[in-house]
């Protein structure tokens, strides 16, 4: 039965593969508190749970999936409102992570960026990720980025701030068009997010990036973080491909 479960897994690999995969996936990993909450455990174990999952994820995502750009939003700019302890176990979780798995990132070919604002973070996040982000630099099998102190209207400000100073330094030209305005967003390396999937039911964006999914495919499942598969992925993925995005236009018939 496994076996069969995973020829049939392969076959629909295969499939979506030939299909044309999105070129970007973003993910907002939810449910990890309620996940807990069920087997009565602390929230923390939550999100242990939830970054097994991750892990996963990445690696199928990379390995088997082959989709190019993966970005996971893992702690927003209104997360710092939660308890204390919930924060210090979530970056505790991160920093182990970082210093656990980057050998085997580095190997798997990801190159790691971050989404969002390292100040802020506790040293030890801020320094395994500057590292990461430094040993990474040359990969391009899989481009995770990592969602971090990140939030959408924020991220828009600074931008804003950012250009301001620019021309006021005489180093921008009076109009702002979007190709411009882009380079200042941090995801100016990246194009914007085809499919965007949210698990535990919740049907928001809770800030997440706004400029850049102007034109995403939603995609939500009432799975909680912590149990999402691979299996629920390519669902995720062959429902986007039997879509017809428009952007705007009319289909030609
Ligand atoms: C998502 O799970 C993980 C983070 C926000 C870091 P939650 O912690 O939001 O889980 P719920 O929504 O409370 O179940
Ligand atoms: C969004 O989830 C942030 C992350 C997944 C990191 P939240 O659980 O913080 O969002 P809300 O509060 O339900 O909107
Ligand atoms: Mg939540």
Known sequence: M????AAELKERIARAKAQGLPQHLAIIMDGNGRWARRRGQARSAGHRAGL?????IVEFVGQELGIKYLTLFAFSKENWRRPKEEV?????????????????????????????????????VRQGLERALALSRGNERLHLSLAINYGGRQEIL?????ILRDFAAGA???KIDEALFRRYLYTAELPDPDLLIRTSGEERL???????????????????????????LLQAVESFQSRQR?????LES
């Not at 970056?91 to 802020?120: C, H, I, S, T, Y």
């Not at 600074?158 to 950012?162: D, F, G, I, P």
């Not at 809770?206 to 629920?232: I, R």
């Open 172 to 174: 921008l030209p009076a």
């Open 2 to 5: 496994g076996i069969e479960l």
């Open 52 to 56: 097994e999952t991750a892990k996963k």
């Open 88 to 124: 210090d176990s979530l970056m505790e979780l991160l920093a182990d992570f970082l210093e656990k798995n980057l050998d085997q990132l580095l190997e798997n070919g990801v190159r790691l960026r971050v989404l969002g604002e390292l100040d802020g973070l506790p040293l030890r």
């Open 206 to 232: 809770s800030n997440f990036l706004l400029w850049q999914s102007a034109y995403t495919e939603f995609w939500v499942t009432k799975t909680l973080w912590p149990d999402f598969t691979p299996e629920e």
């Open 158 to 162: 600074q931008a804003v701030e950012r």
């Open 246 to 250: 428009k952007f705007g236009g009319v």
